[in-house]
C-alpha cells in the first residue's frame, strides 16, 4: 500500500515552545490529509482536515490558533503545535488520502507512524 | 452525529481460535472500513466494505456488513499473536470517516 512517512516520531519539548511535525505521502498525491490526536486508550480524535492549497478545516473545540496546519503541496502538510503546554503531550496522526472510493464515500487512508509529543 | 461502536471492547482468545469484533452505527453510510493499531503506532487499513456489498474476503478476514441492522462484522480466522492490536471500524460518508473506540485484541499463545 500507499506510505506515509510522519516526523518526528517522538519529541519532547520544554512548556511555550513550538512543535512542528511533518506528514509526507510519499508514492502519491494525496489530496486531503487528516490530522488526529489519540489519547491513551482512546479512538482518534480528528482535530482538522487539510486540502492542498486552501486552508485547515478544524473540527469544533479545536483552537486553530494553537495547533497550525499548512498543506501547501500534495505532498506534504504540517501541524505545528504552538506555544505547547503539558496538556497538548499526546499522540498526534496524520493520514492522508487520494480521493473517494469507487462507488461513493470517503477511500482508504493510509497512516503514519504518529508522533508522540510529551511537554514537560 | 453518528457513530460507529465496536464490540466488545476488548477479546482475548487462544491463538488458533478465531476472533469476532462488531461495529454498529446510527446513520446511512457509503461505506465502512476497518483498520488496525499497534500499539503505539499509526494505523493500518484493513478492508473497505461499500454500502452495497454484504460480505468482503481478505486473506483470514471477513468482514459482514448488515445496512438493514447497521452493523458490521470482522472475523479473523486462526487467529496468530500478531493479530495483537487494536482494531477500528470507521463508518464513510460523503468525506468523512467516523471511528469507533475500537476493540483492542489479544491473542495468548
Known amino acids: 500500500g500507499a506510505v506515509v512517512s510522519q516526523h518526528p516520531s517522538w519529541v519532547i519539548c520544554k512548556s511555550g515552545t513550538s512543535v512542528k511535525i511533518e506528514c509526507r505521502s510519499l508514492?502519491?498525491?494525496?489530496?486531503?490529509m487528516f490530522w488526529y490526536r489519540q489519547f491513551p486508550k482512546q479512538s482518534l480524535m480528528l482535530m482538522a482536515t487539510?486540502?492542498?492549497?486552501?486552508?485547515?478545516?478544524?473540527e469544533q473545540g479545536v483552537e486553530k490558533d494553537k495547533f497550525l496546519i499548512n498543506h501547501a503541496s500534495l505532498t506534504l502538510s504540517t501541524l505545528t503545535v504552538t506555544s505547547a503546554h503539558p496538556e497538548d503531550s499526546s499522540f498526534y496522526i496524520c493520514?492522508?488520502?487520494?480521493?473517494?472510493?469507487?462507488?461513493?464515500?470517503?477511500?482508504?487512508?493510509?497512516f503514519g507512524e504518529g508522533s508522540r509529543l510529551t511537554v514537560l | 452525529s453518528q457513530q460507529g461502536e465496536e464490540d466488545p471492547q476488548a477479546l482475548s482468545i487462544q491463538e488458533g481460535e478465531n476472533a469476532t469484533m462488531n461495529c454498529s452505527y446510527k446513520?446511512?453510510?457509503?461505506?465502512l472500513q476497518w483498520y488496525r493499531q499497534n500499539s503505539g503506532r499509526g494505523l493500518v487499513h484493513l478492508i473497505l466494505?461499500?454500502?452495497n456489498e454484504r460480505e468482503k474476503h481478505s486473506g483470514r478476514l471477513r468482514v459482514t456488513l448488515d445496512t438493514s441492522k447497521k452493523s458490521s462484522s470482522l472475523l479473523i480466522t486462526a487467529s496468530r499473536a500478531a493479530d495483537t492490536a487494536s482494531y477500528f471500524c470507521?463508518?464513510?460518508?460523503?468525506?468523512?470517516?467516523?471511528w469507533g473506540a475500537g476493540t483492542k485484541l489479544i491473542i495468548k499463545p
Open positions: 446513520t446511512s453510510i457509503n461505506n
Open positions: 466494505i461499500r454500502s
Open positions: 493520514s492522508a488520502t487520494s480521493g473517494l472510493a469507487g462507488g461513493g464515500g470517503p477511500g482508504e487512508l493510509f
Open positions: 470507521a463508518t464513510g460518508i460523503n468525506y468523512q470517516l467516523i
Open positions: 508514492d502519491f498525491q494525496a489530496t486531503t
Open positions: 487539510s486540502n492542498e492549497g486552501s486552508k485547515a478545516t478544524y
